[in-house]
């Protein structure tokens, strides 16, 4: 060590320069620098460095990273799941009208929630359109809001992931590798017995396999920076649907899992406590030679005893759009989320992208009488 620190221009550097530079790094960067030396170990770990590094996924910023210790820890314990409150807008592909979701980080219980948005159609009044009287238009005020009563989505510093069993709690996973990033992550967000769900990480499909008769999501009609497949004969369980390393987890969709569950003895799957000596947590310094007094991991092994009963599993995939489709300028100012009122089966909300003249799709067939009134 004595040799690095006289032969080393980094290291030579005043404490204030190198934090300087450490402040510029990715977080796998930061962990691979404290793995080298203690005093850059020590440095890569100020919260300082931390603080910006989750404050730039959240739309709120946070000054505290309570109940846990430190930033750092708190990156750690999310660190795959930074990207949702990140986008904060998610929409799903389950039938008949989907379902919007936004994203959040609750800071008093440093967890990360996402809750379905509802519309009431509220006040509603009737009117002939002016250019022709055949046409009635219904006017209406909805009552926009997120349902707060049960989470779509919850993702806590402890939440349970599914074991390397071959038959592991929910889902046996038979094809892709099995990794950190590849496991479900159990959710409590059902108070109903008897009613489970689990949080899924998607890996994004290349263009270059997207064919016309290929089942995506989102669909092409909707600007993406992803898109992942919505179908599959195998649960999702194959390494072309599942991420093995942090590099190719999808930024841009998630799965959810929902599925009734019957047992005399429900199988209890092992923690995945964010100090576990693998993954992001050894590569940030929680295993090793640096590993801290007092900071382990415990598991729970499977037990798969008793009478067990599951009902048909429901996966849902998500997809979230990129800002500036649904953010309005000047010169677009329809561009956005907007909700309709379709009188019999209520309200919903659609997306109004006002392309560019180049972007311009054409009209359905047979609706050109419209462009008299454009």
Not at 30 to 44: E, H
Not at 100 to 117: F, G, K, N, Q, S
Not at 140 to 157: E, K, Y
Not at 193 to 201: H, I, N, Q, V
Request: aromatic content about 10%; overall charge negative; hydrophobic content about 35%.
């Amino acid at each position: 060590m004595a040799e690095i620190a006289q032969t080393s221009h980094l290291l030579a550097l005043p404490a204030e320069l190198i934090f300087h530079i450490l402040a510029y790094l990715e977080p796998l960067d930061l962990a691979n620098v404290a793995l080298t030396d203690q005093r850059l170990k020590a440095q890569s770990y100020d919260d300082q460095i931390w603080l910006p590094i989750i404050n730039e996924n959240l739309p709120e910023r946070i000054t505290s990273p309570q109940p846990l210790q430190t930033f750092r820890d708190l990156y750690i314990a999310h660190h795959s799941h930074w990207f949702l409150p990140k986008h904060k807008i998610w929409f799903s592909d389950s039938e008949p009208n989907g379902k919007l979701l936004i994203a959040r980080y609750d800071p008093r219980r440093a967890c990360i929630e996402a809750y379905t948005m509802t519309a009431m159609r509220g006040e509603h009044t009737l009117e002939r359109w002016e250019k022709d009287l055949d046409v009635i238009i219904h006017s209406f005020n909805p009552v926009v809001a997120l349902d707060l009563n049960q989470p779509t989505l919850r993702l806590s510093v402890d939440s349970m992931q599914t074991d390397d069993q071959p038959n592991a709690f929910p889902s046996d996973r038979g094809y892709a590798a099995s990794t950190r990033y590849s496991k479900e992550t159990l959710m409590e967000t059902f108070a109903e017995a008897g009613l489970y769900g689990s949080f899924m990480l998607c890996r994004n499909l290349p263009a270059e396999a997207i064919g016309s008769s290929t089942s995506i999501w989102p669909p092409r009609r909707f600007p993406a920076n992803a898109r992942v497949r919505n179908d599959s004969q195998n649960g999702y369980k194959s390494a072309g649907h599942r991420p093995t390393t942090l590099a190719e987890v999808s930024q841009h969709n998630f799965r959810l899992r929902k599925w009734v569950e019957y047992t005399g003895r429900r199988s209890n799957p092992s923690i995945m406590s964010f100090t576990a000596q693998n993954g992001l947590t050894a590569a940030l310094g929680l295993a090793g030679q640096y590993i801290s007094g007092g900071m382990g991991f415990s598991s729970r092994s499977s037990l798969n005893a008793g009478m067990n009963v599951r009902m048909p599993e429901d996966i849902t995939t998500y997809a979230t759009l990129p800002e500036w489709c649904y953010t309005p300028t000047k010169k677009k100012p329809w561009r956005g989320i907007w909700c309709g009122d379709y009188s019999g089966h209520g309200c919903e909300f659609i997306l109004i992208l006002q392309p560019d003249k180049e972007d311009e799709a054409p009209l359905p067939e047979n609706m050109e009488w419209l462009q008299n009134w454009f």
